[in-house]
């Protein structure tokens, strides 16, 4: 992501804020401010909207199966790779019922006036993949499972996709053969193309950003502001409860280190992450601070940090529950428990499978969106302050990662002439 590109994100932002919000206070109801929006303003956000939208199954697909393809053979690597699929797992989820209870508790999004509420949901209809959530539970999880991996990828049904995703990624693990080598590298170049695109279109989030948030100024006044205020302040309270009472917690009772120690140790990869929002570029220093300040076991270090960094998103997957949870009570669409569910399920799956890089988890919250009947313009909200929450949850990966790794080590063998602390 270019340096400046935050800034300018954040002046999008603002200037769409400013401009929709003064546009509603003195030309309300004017014909032609309404003309303005409805054929110029709105049109080109829902453009950087579905320039988002295209790049999500191909992202998906390719992440999701790489992160469960760099397991390896799970056989081979028998209690490794186990302890860290189960202590992923576990702590993403965690990180989710986290999310999604301070959003319940709170509820950030909640307290626009009705009509203007019923206006902002209008057209905000539930999609037939989404319908999943209020089926029985045996209904449910048949068709969790596809039965055309196409047909699911074209209709959108995403829980589908994801499950085909993790399917492909055991297949390439398991299968130890040259053409499959040839797959998993074919999938690395999808991912790679994808991500390159997604920069690309990331470069015109200035613009689109400020489109979008001016529509909804122009349509909402102030009532944003307040809004938005309220949204980041349960991101972060969610970040924090995970970063020091959850990560304290594992690192203690499961990682036998004393928290004060593991805060102290890994503040050089916690700075780096947060200054780069990036869990794959901050990768050589959490490398460097799990073998010199941690002292832990650089096979199993190396394997949990590497995998980690794609595959171990904890507040990746905690922004994205409460982000689709504020933005439907923002809209006023009401979510079934069913729905809830399943959206923390895809949250979780999402912080396995979202790449480790600045914004990587936009398109699969864009995808959510789309999935529950939430208007998808609403990540325009979002948008101007991500960087600045992308930093946090980046922070609260690599920390995460880490403590992974003191989870994982603990029993196993030390590297000669290394001292555990």
Known sequence: ????????????????????????????????????????????????????????????????????????????????????????????????AIGVGLVNALEPGVGLDPELRARLGEGAKLPA??????????????????????????????????????????????????????LEDALRGLQDVTMQLLGLVIRLAPLGVACLVFTLAWRLGLDVFVKLAAYVGVVLAGLALQQFVVYSASVAWLGGMSPLHFFRATRAATVTAFSTASSNATLPTALWVAEHELHLPQHVSRFVLTLGSTANQNGTALFEGVTVLFLAQFYGVDLTL????????????????????????????????????????????????????????????????????????RGEPEDPGATRA
Do not use: W
């Open 129 to 182: 993949a989404a319908s999943a959530a209020g089926r029985s539970g045996v209904d449910f999880l048949i068709n969790l499972v596809p039965s055309n991996a196409v047909k699911a990828m074209a209709e959108g049904d995403m829980l589908a996709v994801m499950v085909f995703a993790i399917l492909l990624g055991l297949g390439i693990a398991s299968t130890r053969t040259e053409p499959a080598r040839r």
């Open 1 to 96: 992501m270019p340096e400046r590109l935050p800034f300018q994100m954040l002046a999008g932002l603002l200037g769409g804020l400013l401009l929709g919000t003064i546009a509603h206070a003195l030309f309300a109801g004017s014909p032609a401010v309404d003309a303005l929006v409805r054929y110029a303003v709105e049109p080109a956000g829902q453009i950087f909207l579905r320039l988002l939208f295209v790049l999500v199954i191909p992202l998906i697909l390719a992440a999701l199966a790489l992160s469960i393809a760099d397991l390896g053979d799970l056989r081979r690597l028998g209690r490794i790779g186990l302890k860290t699929l189960a202590y992923t797992v576990a702590v993403s989820t965690i990180a989710v």
């Open 338 to 409: 069913g729905q809830q569910l399943t959206t923390a399920f895809i949250c979780v799956l999402g912080g396995i499978g979202t790449a480790g890089v600045p914004a990587g988890s936009l398109p699969v919250i864009a995808m959510i969106l789309g999935m529950i009947g939430v208007p998808v313009e609403g990540i325009g909200i979002v948008l101007g302050v991500d960087r600045f929450l992308d930093m946090c949850r980046t922070a609260v990966n690599v920390t995460g990662d880490l403590a992974a790794a003191v989870v994982v080590s």
